[in-house]
């Protein structure tokens, strides 16, 4: 209500303060609590093996980081993490010219480097980032960018799922019980992804309006063609990881064929994707899968989902400068 407007309509009651909203200590608290019910679930699955070892769990997990040849791994992690910032800037790319606005790959570059930076606190806050930048680059409205976002996130889900699938069919008999879950979750997927899909194309429900909000501009104008371009973009980042993650395990004295590999990593990747400190859910699931290893598997997924997300982030620095001066200058 403007100052006019108030003296219009007489003096105003003064209205106290909004309180904050209950449950934001609760959501900034669920990621900690997943984390530390992670970890304790690691130290008991630890406790044991270095107690019979005469050892405490602390000197046992030193043990398994000593053993390892870390400068062959990270001649297996840092070629592997430049070239997922490539495909990870390509498909970025590649949305923002069908949805938004014309932008070289190049420029696409220091951006999404930059947003690793911030990703490290809150994935959410490199989105905004992104938005922010394209927005005074190219005028693209940030529910536009949000829209777009939200595209690559569900043709992510529909690329896990499929390699999750294709990985199970080849590995069959050497997966965990666990899996043979995935072909029905994979069809109500499918099925859920139809539904969708024709919805927005106005097949069906045409007075159900929910389809013309602006956070679903994408769907509304994607085809089933750039669905597919999306995967099949992505899929070279899941089959390098394949390979890197199966000889990087190798170094830490446990050996799994690519196949075998194949069939996990992309369960394993929606495990990271959960939100907490130090990917504690990824670094959980390798050691269920592996349970005959829980202290070299608990050091193997802490040093490679985090090495990960930590390089990402200096390869932002690199770029943080150019982008630091088009936003503020």
């Known amino acids: 209500m403007s100052e006019s407007e108030q003296t219009a309509s007489g003096p105003q009651t003064p209205q106290p303060p909004p309180a904050a909203p209950k449950s934001g200590w609760l959501k900034q608290a669920i990621p900690w609590v997943i984390t530390l019910g992670c970890f304790a679930f690691l130290y008991t699955r630890i406790a044991g093996p270095a107690a019979a070892q005469d050892m405490s769990v602390a000197a046992y997990l030193a043990s398994v980081f000593a053993s390892v040849n870390w400068l062959a791994w990270l001649a297996l992690m840092v070629p592997y993490s430049l070239f ?76 896990l799922c499929a390699w999750a699938n294709i990985g199970l069919s080849l590995q069959w008999d050497n997966l965990p019980e ?109 050691v269920i899968l592996f349970p005959e290893y829980p202290a070299e598997m608990s050091a193997f997924g802490l040093v490679q989902h985090n090495f990960f997300i930590l390089f990402n982030a200096v390869i932002g620095l690199f770029f943080f400068r150019r982008v630091q001066r088009e936003l503020f200058q």
């Open 84 to 159: 997922f910032f490539a495909v990870d800037s390509l498909i970025v790319w590649r949305v923002i010219n069908w949805f938004n606005a014309k932008v070289k790959y190049r420029d696409i570059l220091p951006v999404r480097a930059s947003t690793y930076i911030l990703s490290i606190l809150n994935e959410q806050v490199g989105k905004g980032a992104m938005a922010i930048y394209l927005y005074r680059r190219e005028g693209v409205p940030g529910w536009k960018l949000g829209s777009s976002m939200l595209f690559i996130m569900v043709c992510e889900l529909l690329y």
């Open 178 to 286: 666990v899996f043979r879950g995935l072909p029905w979750v994979g069809m109500g997927l499918v099925a859920v992804f139809a539904v969708a899909f024709l919805y927005f194309k106005r097949a069906f429900l045409p007075n159900f309006k929910l389809r013309d909000q602006p956070i679903f501009h994408a769907f509304r104008e994607a085809d089933l063609s750039q669905y597919l371009t999306i995967l099949l973009l992505r899929s070279p980042a899941l089959l390098a990881a394949v390979v890197v993650y199966s000889e990087a395990l190798a170094l830490f004295g446990v050996d799994f064929g690519y196949l075998q590999m194949l069939g996990i990593l992309p369960m394993i990747f929606f495990g990271a994707s959960v939100p907490g400190p130090f990917r504690a859910v990824a670094v959980s699931m390798w």
